[in-house]
């Protein structure tokens, strides 16, 4: 498959994956190494990285000698706590500047404040971070942080951890068809044909965790999005045949048919 390029770096997988909500750190190990994901986003508040010498840390399950690491801001619902954040994220990592940013407007829906979105987005871009930014799916707000210098733009297909798929493919498809840097579908996953579907229209990737870690048997779950992610990106490059409504096409040659 052809590679993804963010900030100037090539990765063989388009799909990028959580490391929240396993039930330990060997369990999100597992999964990992099965979706084949090479980017992985921590949540800086919530994953141990160092901040606690005196407990397990998922520096040790997934080094970051095999994995890029992404660092997040969840939980942030202010610009000015998202950019301590990242600060505090890139002195752990040792000068890491790669980052996810996500300021959400409130506790209960977890959808993005658009507007302290773009004040951090600002500040960090500036600060000589790499930013890579959760947003909602407005093509004019999406515009906007490309034109800031983020290097990813990261709609939401739903809501964070819904599992409800893509609600509004048409936005996505305004905000793939505008855009120049990576467009990446973050949030509201399901299930593999929801991922599929992000590729068919031209997504550059997809970004997801509580659809592997809430799923069953989230090991299995991860395998079959690395299929899906793959299988989607596949057809989109291939072309899909146009729909014609109304009008059936027989799949065998009409002419020289046997017997006529």
């Not at 990992?32 to 992985?40: N, P, Q």
């Not at 508040?45 to 998922?58: M, Y």
């Not at 905000?175 to 992000?198: F, N, W, Y």
């Not at 970004?207 to 989230?218: F, K, S, Y």
């Amino acid at each position: 498959m052809d590679p993804l390029v963010i900030a100037g770096k090539a990765y063989s997988s388009r799909l990028l994956v959580g490391t929240g909500k396993y039930k330990d750190f060997e369990e999100t190990r597992t999964a990992v190494e099965a979706s084949g994901a090479e980017i992985v986003t921590v949540a800086i508040r919530r994953t141990n990285i160092g901040q606690d010498p005196s407990q397990p840390s998922l520096l040790e399950a997934l080094p970051p000698s095999r994995y890029t690491y992404l660092p997040n801001t969840a939980g942030c619902y202010t610009a000015e706590d998202a950019i301590r954040t990242l600060r505090l994220a890139r002195e752990l990592l040792d000068g890491h500047d790669l980052v996810k940013l996500e300021v959400l407007g409130d506790p209960q829906s977890l959808y993005p404040n658009v507007v302290e979105t773009l004040r951090a987005a600002e500040v960090l871009v500036k600060d000589g971070f790499k930013v890579m930014v959760y947003t909602s799916d407005d093509p004019i707000i999406a515009r906007q942080l490309e034109e800031l210098g983020c290097v990813a733009v990261m709609p939401l297909a739903s809501l964070i951890g819904s599992g409800m798929g893509i609600l509004n493919p048409w936005n996505l498809q305004i905000i793939i068809d505008r855009l120049h840097v990576p467009v990446i579908v973050d949030a509201g996953v399901g299930t593999a044909s929801d991922a599929a579907i992000a590729m068919e229209l031209g997504c550059d990737a997809v970004l997801m965790n509580t659809a592997i870690a809430g799923a069953g048997n989230p090991v299995l779950m991860a395998s079959a999005m690395r299929k899906a992610i793959e299988a989607g990106r596949e057809a989109y490059l291939a072309g899909r045949m146009p729909k014609k409504i109304y009008q059936a096409s027989p799949s065998s040659p009409t002419s020289g048919l046997i017997g006529s």
